[in-house]
């Protein structure tokens, strides 16, 4: 059972350069997020989506991009990477509002 | 004002010893809401949902109160593989769900 598959797992960019972090969950959920968590911090929403087409800012969207053009993919875009975005970056997914949400293994973001 | 907040701890508590954490939210149109627990360097899990009326999972107890928007989680008999941070999370109705998490409360349970 694959559930929420986060690629890479590791990361280290340069200052400027752009990635693409990717999600993919086989469960057929309509909604999926990203958040990132700073070291000894709690996770905080980058962006998330209801469904395929649709996608809405979170707590801290400044720097990042999103797409939803399938509901298994929920790719999130870094354009210029700064020191300020190195983080461990998790995406989720879950079925209906109130009900639980699974988690990739997370992906560890280095700008240097 | 952040939209969960969580006192960040630690509980430093002994083994066998009762602990309780509180979360606060402050949008009226929280919906749905969780305990996650979280390992170091691991992804958040569930731990158990909050309901209205209350509900028990074994050692662990979790209570809402929408009057006061306020969730509790009570760890009874605590064990050292209790050590973990738990997370407070709110699901809030903004037209689509989005799924906002406390800052979360670390517990270390010693010998």
């Known amino acids: 059972n694959a559930g929420v598959t986060q690629t890479p797992k590791f990361r280290i960019l340069k200052i400027g350069q752009s990635m693409t972090l990717q999600c993919a969950q086989d469960?057929?959920?309509?909604?999926m997020y990203w958040y990132r968590q700073d070291p000894g911090m709690g996770l905080k929403l980058i962006y998330y989506?209801?469904?395929?087409?649709?996608?809405d800012k979170g707590e801290v969207p400044n720097g990042y991009n999103v797409s939803r053009s399938t509901t298994e993919d929920f790719p999130l875009r870094l354009e210029l990477a700064a020191p300020s975005q190195t983080s461990v970056y998790f995406c989720?997914?879950?079925?209906?509002?109130?009900?639980?949400?699974?988690f990739g293994q997370g992906t560890r973001l280095t700008v240097v | 004002r952040k939209e969960v907040e969580q006192d960040p701890g630690p509980f430093n508590v002994p083994e066998g010893a009762t602990v309780a954490f509180n979360c606060t939210y402050s949008?009226?149109?929280?919906?749905?809401f969780f305990w996650y627990r979280q390992d170091c360097r691991k992804e958040p899990k569930l731990l158990m949902s909050?309901?209205?009326s209350g509900n028990e999972d074994g050692r662990f107890t979790a209570q809402l109160n929408r009057a006061s928007q306020y969730i509790s989680l009570l760890i009874r008999d605590s064990k050292l593989s209790d050590s973990a941070t738990y997370l407070c999370?709110?699901?809030?109705?903004?037209?689509?769900?989005?799924?906002?998490f406390g800052a979360g409360t670390r517990l270390f349970v010693k010998a």
């Open positions: 949008n009226s149109a929280s919906q749905s």
């Open positions: 999370v709110v699901t809030i109705n903004t037209g689509g769900f989005k799924t906002i």
């Open positions: 989506s209801v469904g395929a087409g649709i996608t």
């Open positions: 469960m057929n959920h309509n909604y």
């Open positions: 909050v309901y209205s």
């Open positions: 989720a997914s879950k079925n209906l509002q109130n009900t639980e949400a699974f």
